[in-house]
């Protein structure tokens, strides 16, 4: 069961989505809030799988909510669910640490399969969102490919490329015929050279420098 909590300082919208939730089979809501305070000290209490979240709310928005929760040991994955479509909003969630981001008027299914998607450790972003994400990304790693990409090895190169196909360590190691041990080392090598919060973060910016779907282009 994924354990799901649901905070929003309107009482209806909590509503609706913990009932929506309920009503899956293989989904629990432990747990609900007004606001970002008190998401804290449900996460502080209560184990919490994804933790779905407004932005705009009183005494604490969802924002700072997010960046006090990354900062702590077993933080849940964080979907944000907001009335609200502006690019800095969307940039601010996801440098917060954010696994997610949809609008409150997306379809019942594209919400559940977003909490889904983020308790498997992927990332969700609505469509009228991503143009802006990905613009700054590919802004922010212009140089990147210049510096710290052209700093890998031709085999972190390889694997960078495999992560952000979405391939599993074994599957990697299956493909390249080494060690999944070395697929790690691999892994953990690319997250410290590239300033990568998490394999999420790899798989992102393996598409914006153009090694996501692509066969491996010589250097």
Same mark, same amino acid.
């Given at each position: 069961?994924?354990?799901?909590?649901v905070?929003?300082?309107?009482?209806?919208?909590v509503?609706?989505?913990?009932?929506?939730?309920?009503?899956?089979?293989?989904? %629990? *809501?432990?747990?609900?809030? $007004?606001? @970002?305070?008190e998401?804290?000290? #449900?996460?502080?209490?209560?184990?919490?799988d !994804? /933790?779905?979240m407004?932005?705009?709310?009183?005494?604490?928005?969802?924002?700072?909510?997010t960046?006090?929760?990354?900062?702590?040991v077993?933080?849940?994955?964080?979907?944000?669910?907001?009335?609200?479509?502006?690019d800095? %909003? *969307?940039?601010?969630?996801? $440098?917060? @640490?954010?696994?997610?981001?949809? #609008?409150?008027?997306?379809?019942?299914?594209? !919400? /559940?399969?977003?909490?889904?998607?983020?308790?498997?450790?992927?990332?969700?972003v609505?469509?009228?969102?991503?143009?802006?994400?990905?613009?700054?990304?590919?802004?922010?790693?212009?140089?990147?490919?210049?510096?710290?990409?052209?700093?890998?090895?031709n085999?972190?190169?390889?694997?960078?490329?495999?992560?952000?196909?979405?391939?599993?360590?074994?599957e990697?190691?299956a493909?390249l015929?080494?060690?999944?041990?070395?697929?790690?080392?691999?892994?953990?090598s690319?997250?410290?050279?590239?300033?990568?919060?998490?394999?999420?973060?790899?798989?992102?910016?393996?598409?914006?420098?153009?090694?996501?779907?692509?066969?491996?282009?010589?250097?």
């Amino acid at each position: 069961m994924i354990r799901v909590a649901v905070v929003d300082d309107q009482p209806l919208m909590v509503s609706a989505f913990a009932a929506l939730i309920r009503a899956q089979p293989d989904m %629990l *809501v432990v747990g609900t809030g $007004a606001n @970002g305070q008190e998401a804290l000290r #449900l996460c502080e209490h209560t184990a919490v799988d !994804v /933790l779905v979240m407004d932005v705009r709310m009183p005494v604490m928005d969802g924002i700072e909510a997010t960046r006090l929760l990354v900062e702590r040991v077993g933080t849940p994955n964080i979907l944000i669910l907001t009335t609200f479509n502006t690019d800095q %909003l *969307v940039l601010d969630a996801v $440098a917060a @640490g954010a696994r997610g981001f949809l #609008l409150k008027d997306a379809e019942p299914d594209i !919400v /559940l399969s977003g909490i889904r998607a983020i308790h498997r450790g992927e990332a969700v972003v609505s469509p009228q969102a991503a143009p802006a994400l990905l613009d700054a990304l590919r802004h922010e790693r212009t140089n990147a490919r210049g510096t710290a990409i052209d700093a890998l090895t031709n085999r972190e190169i390889e694997v960078l490329r495999l992560v952000g196909q979405g391939l599993t360590n074994a599957e990697i190691a299956a493909h390249l015929v080494i060690a999944q041990t070395t697929v790690k080392t691999h892994v953990g090598s690319l997250l410290a050279k590239l300033g990568a919060r998490d394999r999420v973060a790899l798989a992102i910016l393996a598409h914006t420098v153009g090694l996501g779907g692509d066969p491996l282009s010589p250097r």
